[in-house]
């Protein structure tokens, strides 16, 4: 059985502190993806990973991936409190299913 | 450039009853996807239509069941509602079946 597993679950940090939450999957594949979901809101596309040793910046969030560790990570720089979000990463497996198995889900609360 | 819509926003529903929710996919997307997120958790993939058909189908009983019209739009149908059916659902779409999915605000469904 396809899992993606996040950690950690919940994680609250300082203003300015760096952190990095993992993604590890147990199937082959080469597209990864970020997600940022606001409370009761819907999901924002952050990252598209599609290939062994992707990296991707955008502002203070930077995403990469191992294909052949099977994990991904979303490493935070300076938290800012706008970040306060729960983030989640989605496989895409090569199986050629095109469906989206998604983690469990990181909820990062940012301290002011 | 609208993005994915869904509606209705809300739904207050009672248990057995049945309930149709709608979708209209980003323009110049032909590919819909449906997922269930219930409270707490990430998103699971229900199915995907393509072409006006099913291609891919999660582990979800035949209660739920959709459809996708000539203008790609979708439809996703759930018969005997469960209390358990209490979720967000949540469309996607992508320009085919290949491609990043992106997703609508989504469907706050609540069986009593």
């Known amino acids: 059985e396809l899992k993606v597993e996040q950690n950690p679950l919940f994680l609250s940090m300082q203003e300015g502190k760096n952190y990095t939450i993992y993604c590890n999957y147990s199937t082959t594949s080469d597209r990864l993806y970020w997600y940022r979901q606001d409370p009761g809101k819907s999901l924002e596309s952050l990252f598209v990973l599609l290939s062994n040793g992707a990296v991707k910046q955008e502002g203070r969030l930077m995403a990469s991936l191992d294909t052949k560790a099977r994990l991904s990570t979303l490493h935070i720089t300076a938290a800012v409190h706008d970040l306060s979000a729960t983030y989640f990463c989605a496989v895409d497996p090569i199986s050629g299913t095109y469906k989206y198995i998604f983690g469990t889900g990181t909820r990062l609360k940012v301290l002011a | 450039d609208a993005g994915v819509t869904q509606s209705p926003t809300h739904l207050i529903k009672t248990r057995g009853q049945q309930v149709t929710l709608r979708c209209s996919p980003k323009?110049?997307?032909?590919?819909v996807s449906w997922y269930q997120q219930a409270l707490g958790q990430g998103p699971q993939f229900i199915f995907q239509?393509?072409?006006?058909?099913?291609?891919q189908r999660g582990n979800f009983p035949d209660r739920f069941s959709g459809h996708q019209f000539p203008n790609y739009s979708s439809e996703l149908n759930v018969n005997a509602l469960l209390l358990g059916d209490s979720a967000l659902y949540l469309c996607?779409?992508?320009?085919?079946?290949?491609?990043?999915?992106?997703f609508g605000p989504g469907t706050r469904l609540l069986v009593l």
């Open positions: 996607a779409s992508s320009l085919n079946m290949y491609e990043t999915q992106y």
């Open positions: 323009s110049g997307h032909d590919t």
């Open positions: 239509y393509y072409e006006e058909e099913e291609r």
